[in-house]
């Protein structure tokens, strides 16, 4: 009787607070008071250490939901926050809860409930956010794990093996010096140095190309989540996208940092100028003027063109770093579109992929998308973000991972709770916003930034900084601070040295300013249409002189499309309504659908119909008989072309003997098969400098292609290169920057080299 009279009683003050003032309210949710109403649905807080769900999540989702958090860990040695608002007070608690939980045995991060170890991007995502001054010797450890015993970051296992299809791992250098930023421990910074320079020595020879940084979407590492099915690992490796070169440029801008504060003023400066190099190639690459915002990557083959959809994190970096224009920054947190749940991973979705990735929104990107708005005095775009945070944290009483982006629900590929950049984020959030905490080399600077539907006097206690524990208040709303004192002085600075000591308390008055109006856009969640399936093939009656050419153009029709638009070398050559096209001029031809409404989807597959001219190998085999081999097939190899094939690891290198017809720029790609590994998992990619007549004229990569898949031949990457007229020698060598992840293994077999003149 009792516990039903409490239950009854506690639905009564939640009802209560349901028609308080509202803090956020969207199409999808409303967050008032208290308590976060989502439909049918509610979630509040009774007390500062509970939090209550009615929510139901699918039926028979085979991840677990929660109804209910209460604390469970002693946080009484970390900041304590005060304030008007339970629920805020709640959902803060229970990220330190969960932080507590995330911290292993052996003081290292762990990544969520249902994935254990030390994850390179996860763990820098969440150190930047909050786990670098909440948890230091933890951070410290962790990012240590991630150096391998050459000295270079460790790059996690994805697409195709790991480094360099993907190459977001530079996040670490971020991490480790807001580490340092906190700590301020020299020892620290010389030990980061080295290891962040040679990462990137390694990178500026394997995956720096035509002045961008090749690789995968960064933490976006399922590729049919984001790419075109037909895209092959390869072609990820070449593909360039907005978020891992935001990631790139704030790296060199580290790097320049750490080697100035260690008195490397040369390479400070040679770092600093790489920086400004790769930041303004970005700029005019990615930026989309006629959308506002930024292209999410490239992709195709010879002639690669963009992927015009918004993607939330990488943008979300431009701002934070500084790597924008003001215009521009504010321009992307007023134009890219916003559902009623949040930002997407990305805009628009894949129609036939499930949420993921794809069709989800993740509150640690969520996070870095609020603190860029805040950074640009969006108000309207911070209050939406803290609700994109807060609501899940509330309704499913657990930080989770990610959420299907078409109606909230926890139902994905995957979900883990507990999640330790999400709970990361919902801390940052109280942090860096609210009470405008940032970390300098020298000290802790305060901009704190309250939209006025979160006015309220806030008090974080027992906060440690160095050798300081700070007791800090915000009073009020706005963007300006109006009064900060220290122990009950006036100072003309936010701001707290790095040797200060004891106990301070710090009490910022804010100026009650009406921040300058800001829009948002606000949007339906969208599915592109399907991507074109196209074949290229001999028709007659368009040769001309009866010369057989590959030049009729066709594709399956898409459904509900309102037309079609024909590349040629990466351009529109002809928009129709027809599923045909008379492809009579040389080139790669690929194909886009477009809805009434504009929406593009991704291009087909490029097809090229330029004359192709092949090369074997010297000293074939029908045999693998490498030692690097991880799996020896029980039947012979087939599949390759002519009478063998040649293989490649750290003994053996492969040479061909080329007669190139007339000089010009050619095409150059790899026929080869990698049966080292899955195509999702470890870090066996093979990868080979590409010299001409004792010239490096690029980087060849030969990802997995699935265990023990050695009949599966694939093309690598493209090499595009002048070449004279004449007899030449090409070699793949491996040299030192070519290692792998795997160090071990780097092997492949390469069945030919396939040219044709651009």
Known sequence: MKKTFAIILTFAVAIGTAFASTIVETPAYRWSGDAIIQGEYMAFAPNDTTIVSTYSARPHYFMPIEKKWTLKNDISSYPRLSSSNRLHNAIYNMGLDEMVNAVEPDTTLRTGKEWAGVWTRDVSYSIILSMSYLQPVASKISL???????????????????????????????????????????????????????SLEDDFEVVYKNG???????????????????????????????????????????????????????????????????????????WMPEKGYMAMYTYGSDFPILNPRSETLGQSFAILF??????????????????????????????????????????????????????????????????????????????????NLDNGDIFTELNSSNMLWSLSGNLALTHRILFGLQFEENGLNFRPFVPKALADTRRLDGF?????????????????????????????????????EGTIDIVITMADNEIPAMKVNECA???????????????????????????????????????????????????????????????????????SDGVESFASRPLNNRPNITFKPKALSRTLRSAEVSYQPEQPIVGYTGEGFCETDHKRQVAFSIEVPEAGEYSMQLRYANGNGPVNTENKCCIRSVVLDGKKIGTVVMPQRGVGNWNDWGMSNVVRAELPAGRHTIKLELRSHDENMNIDTNHAAVDALIMHKL
């Open 525 to 595: 969640n969208v599915k592109a249409p399907l991507t074109p399936i196209a074949t290229i093939s001999n028709d007659p009656e368009l040769n001309g002189e009866g010369v057989p050419v590959n030049n009729l153009l066709e594709w399956q029709p898409i459904e509900y499309i309102a037309g079609y638009i024909v590349l040629r070398d990466g351009k529109p050559v002809a928009h129709t309504r027809e599923t045909r096209f008379a492809a009579t001029i040389p080139g790669e031809y690929q194909v886009i659908g477009v809805s």
């Open 212 to 286: 961008i940084v090749n690789g995968e979407t960064s933490f976006i590492d399922w590729r049919e989540q984001s790419y075109p099915r037909w895209m092959q690992t390869a072609n990820i490796y070449e593909s360039q996208s907005q978020n891992t070169g935001a990631v790139h440029v704030q790296a060199l801008r580290v790097l320049s940092s750490i080697a100035a504060e260690l008195g490397k003023k040369n390479e400070s400066a040679h770092y600093a100028a790489l920086a400004d190099q790769l930041n303004t190639a970005m700029q005019k690459r990615f």
């Open 144 to 198: 240590m794990k991630k150096v391998n015993r050459n000295g270079r970051i460790i790059q996690d296992t994805g697409s195709g093996g790991a480094w360099p299809v993907s190459t977001d791992r530079m996040i670490w250098a971020t991490a480790a010096y807001e580490l340092y930023k906190v700590t301020g421990e020299r020892d620290w910074l010389e030990y980061i140095y080295p290891v962040i320079k040679n």
């Open 464 to 500: 440690r900084y160095r050798n300081a524990i700070l007791n800090i208040t915000v009073k009020g709303y706005g963007s300006e601070i109006k009064k900060f004192t220290i122990n009950g002085e006036f100072q003309t600075e936010p701001f707290i040295a790095g040797d200060a």
């Open 322 to 403: 500084d790597q924008l224009p003001a215009e521009r920054a504010a321009s992307i947190t007023e134009n890219v579109p916003v559902t009623p749940f949040g930002p997407a991973i990305f805009f628009p979705q894949i129609a036939d992929m499930p949420s993921y990735h794809n069709n989800g929104l993740w509150p640690f990107v969520a996070s870095y998308w609020t603190l860029a708005n805040a950074h640009v005095g969006n108000e309207q775009g911070t209050l939406q973000g803290f609700g994109s945070v807060f609501r899940p944290a509330a309704l499913f009483a657990t930080n989770k991972e990610n959420l």
